[in-house]
């Protein structure tokens, strides 16, 4: 059974630092992993999808990278901002369409 | 595109009490899918379905029910509403036949049961 872990749980971090976000998965057979931001009391938007045969992938700030044979995902923000203070959920698809999550990231941008 | 859209955005039940979530996407996709999210737990999957007439079962399947007529709509009944399913609830749809195959969420529907 796959199981996705997000480490840490909180992060606090000054506005403007660079910062990186942990996904592991237990089982390296996934077909992409993808990276969702999660707003309080709202729903789940996509910020990346890496397919199993990529390393990696940009949009803006964000880079997420993709190390299958380790079981690892690594979400980058540069240059933080308060409006980035979110929780960031990664979630594996590892056969058909379904999804695994990890219970996520909370993540303050101090200004 | 009104993307997926998900009704009641709240809703307070009694234990016993039965209703209908409703889901419905407009991007023709073919998999649809039922999540509730707790605290510490992440989302877990109620059920899905792969097309109109298919469904399945998820990681949390008892207490909930569902069925496809349509590629658009994917409600999710409860037929008999206890405390433990207290939940916000999520539809998510995704095109399958799409290498991509990237994932889309509704805005939530925030169960309460008494």
């Known amino acids: 059974k796959q199981e996705v872990t997000q480490i840490p749980a909180a992060l606090s971090v000054p506005e403007g630092e660079n910062l990186v976000l942990n996904c592991s998965f237990t089982?390296?057979?996934?077909?992409?992993l993808q990276w969702f931001r999660q707003d309080p009391g709202k729903g789940l938007t996509s910020l990346l999808l890496?397919?199993?045969?990529?390393r990696e992938q940009t949009s803006g700030r964000l880079n997420a990278s993709l190390d299958k044979s380790s079981g690892r995902s690594t979400l980058y923000i540069a240059a933080s901002q308060p409006g980035d203070s979110a929780t960031y959920l990664c979630a594996v698809k590892s056969s058909g369409d379904k999804l695994t999550f990890g219970t996520g990231t909370r993540l303050a941008v101090r200004p | 595109n009104a993307g997926v859209t998900q009704t009641p955005k709240f809703q307070v039940l009694k234990t016993g009490q039965s209703m209908t979530l409703q889901c419905a996407q407009d991007m023709n996709h073919e998999y649809m899918s039922w999540y509730r999210q707790d605290p510490g737990m992440g989302l877990r999957l109620i059920h899905y379905?792969?097309?109109?007439?298919?469904?399945d079962q998820g990681e949390v399947p008892n207490g909930y029910n569902v069925s496809r007529s349509t590629t658009e709509d994917f409600p999710l009944r409860l037929l008999s509403a206890a405390p433990s399913q207290t939940s916000v609830y999520f539809c998510a749809s995704s095109n399958s036949r799409s290498s991509y195959n990237e994932q889309f969420f509704g805005p939530g529907t925030r169960l309460t049961v008494l």
């Open positions: 379905s792969v097309g109109a007439g298919i469904t």
């Open positions: 890496i397919q199993s045969s990529q």
């Open positions: 089982d390296s057979a996934i077909y992409n």
